[in-house]
């Protein structure tokens, strides 16, 4: 099974930027698709945008399309979440989630479809 490890969390200014990173390891990393969700105190896990396993398919929940980014490389086996435009209400502990997928080209935003999570690092969005 594959681990995951978060990265690039921290404090910025409303209007700002940050990169996370996930760092796989323990399984060829090219057969997960890969999913980046988020959760706010009090509030449930919320999708945030998800990548296929060959990086051609991404898709983003409406809170975050046209600001956020995701993306990944298959060498390097780390998929990233770009996000700019950055506002109060994206502070949440954010997490990577990878899920076994035979099919290259596709993604889901179904959080239960995910077997294997991240720990989290914290984003705080400061107004």
């Known amino acids: 099974q594959v681990q995951l490890v978060e990265s690039g969390g921290g404090l910025v200014q409303a209007g700002g930027s940050l990169r996370l990173s996930c760092a796989a390891s323990?399984?060829?990393?090219?057969?997960?698709?890969m999913g980046w969700f988020r959760q706010a105190p009090g509030k449930e896990r919320e999708f945030v945008a998800a990548?296929?396993?060959?990086?051609?398919?991404?898709g983003y929940g409406d809170s975050v399309k046209g600001r956020f980014t995701i993306s990944r490389d298959n060498v390097k086996n780390t998929v990233y979440l770009q996000m700019n435009s950055l506002k109060p209400e994206d502070t949440a502990v954010y997490y990577c989630?990878?899920?076994?997928?035979?099919?290259?080209?596709?993604?889901?935003?179904?959080?239960?479809?995910?077997?294997?999570w991240g720990q989290g690092t914290q984003v705080t969005v400061s107004s």
């Open positions: 323990g399984h060829t990393f090219s057969d997960y698709g």
């Open positions: 989630a990878g899920r076994i997928t035979a099919t290259v080209n596709t993604w889901t935003r179904t959080t239960s479809t995910y077997a294997y």
């Open positions: 990548i296929s396993r060959s990086g051609g398919s991404t």
